[in-house]
């Protein structure tokens, strides 16, 4: 496990990722949430997208403190999200109430500001049924347990709530990776075109699935397949920008720089996303335990 920075190093570690994405990096918009979330006694996690319609911004990913009970209403309370009668307001009650959750970790920007809470129980994974019937769940995730059927997806990790873009993420794992011809299936299945083979062969290594749905509509609105850096995949279809992020972040840890990255599709078509580890928490040497080794 990493040792805990503290706030300052979190935020020196943020400047930094930033310049190297060519990304503006504001100490009064990043402070108040570093300060709102600590102490950081778990993990870290910068990342960044490819692509023109999705670059142009550095996130990061910050487990909890234990102090907080609800990540949310902490948010709202600080001035980093406004209150709303929206049923995305009431998701993460409701998700607490029904699930014995693990770890909360939130996300946001450096440029966009406060994006997400994520709900984090693999150690009492849930059946995406028993999700489905949350009262503030979108009823699209109902509508498509007949998709996650089919595919063999049936339990669900992680949640995540998007209070800005009004989604969530349902994250699906896959200890043992997932067959290059079951990627194809769950594009064909969502209308996408076939892509290229070099892709449906990273994605065989992919640790987690997540699909995103919203409360407008009945679609899935997107699928992402996570897995360790690519490198050799990714480096010739991203900014080069994104590969001096990617290899460059500062890390806490002993050894070599853990990274993922994301191979995402949507109507709107393929882009990637990727991570880098800045400090590891106990429960995510538990999960990424097998692909660490």
Aim: proline share 8%; glycine share 8%; hydrophobic share 40%.
């Amino acid at each position: 496990m990493s040792p805990a920075a503290g706030v300052e190093d979190v935020y020196a570690a943020v400047e930094e990722s930033a310049r190297l994405l060519d990304v503006p990096c504001s100490r009064e918009r990043v402070w108040p949430v570093l300060t709102a979330f600590e102490p950081f006694e778990g993990g870290i996690i910068f990342s960044a997208s490819a692509g023109e319609r999705h670059a142009g911004d550095l996130d990061l990913t910050v487990q909890v403190p234990r102090r907080i009970a609800d990540p949310y209403a902490h948010a709202v309370s600080n001035g980093l999200l406004d209150p709303t009668d929206h049923p995305v307001g009431d998701l993460l009650a409701d998700i607490q109430e029904r699930c014995s959750v693990n770890e909360f970790l939130i996300d946001f920007g450096v440029v966009g500001g406060f994006n997400k809470v994520y709900v984090h129980f693999p150690r009492d994974v849930q059946g995406v049924v028993k999700l489905a019937g949350i009262p503030s769940m979108p009823r699209a995730v109902a509508e498509n347990t007949d998709f996650f059927a089919r595919h063999g997806l049936h339990e669900v990790a992680m949640v995540s709530i998007d209070y800005r873009r009004r989604t969530v993420n349902l994250y699906f794992p896959l200890p043992d990776g997932i067959k290059a011809r079951a990627v194809a299936s769950i594009l064909r299945d969502l209308g996408l075109p076939e892509p290229e083979e070099s892709l449906l062969q990273s994605a065989r290594k992919t640790f987690r699935v997540y699909f995103t749905l919203g409360w407008d509509s009945p679609v899935i609105e997107r699928v992402s397949f996570a897995r360790r850096l690519d490198l050799p995949v990714v480096k010739d279809r991203v900014e080069p920008e994104i590969v001096r992020f990617v290899t460059g972040t500062p890390y806490t840890y002993p050894g070599e720089r853990f990274s993922i990255s994301m191979v995402k599709w949507s109507p709107d078509g393929q882009w990637f996303n990727v991570g880098s580890y800045f400090q590891f928490g106990p429960l995510q040497w538990e999960v990424l335990g097998k692909i660490l080794t």
